[in-house]
């Protein structure tokens, strides 16, 4: 089957597939929120549905559902135009959708994020939405930030020699990315630095209870400048292959990161 995306899909066409064998359904969430003054509000949203792809062609037999557009994001609200969603509510839509998913038969259901403030929601939530689906039908959810980051960084410094720049925001591995997705959605004369200082538990601390303007007037934690979409590409390959390697764990290992 050429489509896996199932909201492009008809419903016989759905039942067939999953008749069919494609028993696991990824299920990615994003964010509208601000990404500095060259990003769009889309950008974790569309590249967790580009992430999606990725991880489903690589599963095979999986099917993409429809990415959850908004997130926890209230650090950022701040910025003009960003939405976001309490962790009650958040909770609440993603296990909806999770078992609406398992009634149609899908025994698999692949979660992750990549606006990194849903990373701790849906870590909370991971064995409750496991245990929603009910039997036959397990929830993996792939929660683990440090290696999010150790991953980009990483695929930053070998491509790009630009690691320094990655500080997690709207900085050279999210404008790659874009880069890589939506070209003509970056404003690529209107990027620039914004906070380039350590990266750590007391800066997280302080962005989720401050607010990132608290921390970098135009909403950028990292520097943006040098992105490259080939660098973008690569950056996705690597997220794709953690959360594979989290779906691929034997049964009755551990189901979040």
């Not at 979409?229 to 690597?238: F, L, M, P, T």
Request: aromatic share 6%; hydrophobic share 45%.
């Amino acid at each position: 089957m050429s489509e896996i995306r199932l909201a492009y899909l008809t419903w016989p066409e759905v039942e067939a597939a999953i008749a069919g064998g494609a028993r696991t359904a990824v299920l990615p969430c994003g964010a509208i929120e601000q990404h500095g003054p060259h990003l769009p509000l889309l950008t974790d949203t569309a590249s967790a549905s580009a992430l999606a792809l990725e991880v489903a062609s690589r599963l095979g037999d999986a099917l993409v559902a429809p990415t959850l557009h908004l997130g926890c994001s209230d650090h950022h609200l701040a910025f003009a135009g960003t939405l976001s969603l309490s962790a009650a509510t958040f909770e609440a839509v993603y296990r909806d959708c999770c078992v609406s998913l398992a009634r149609h038969g899908f025994t698999e259901i692949v979660c992750f994020s990549w606006h990194g403030g849903n990373f701790a929601p849906l870590k909370a939530i991971a064995a409750d939405l496991d245990a929603a689906v009910g039997e036959g039908c397990r929830v993996v959810a792939w929660t683990d930030l440090d290696a999010y980051v150790v991953a980009v960084r990483g695929a930053i410094e070998e491509r790009l020699g630009l690691g320094h720049r990655v500080g997690g925001h709207a900085d050279v591995f999210e404008a790659s990315t874009m880069s890589y997705l939506h070209p003509e959605l970056v404003r690529r004369d209107r990027a620039e630095a914004g906070y380039i200082g350590p990266i750590d538990d007391a800066l997280f601390e302080r962005l989720f209870t401050e607010g990132i303007a608290a921390i970098s007037a135009n909403g950028v934690l990292g520097d943006p400048r040098g992105m490259d979409a080939d660098a973008g590409r690569e950056c996705i390959a690597r997220l794709a292959d953690l959360v594979v390697a989290s779906v691929r764990e034997p049964i009755g290992a551990s189901r979040t990161a």
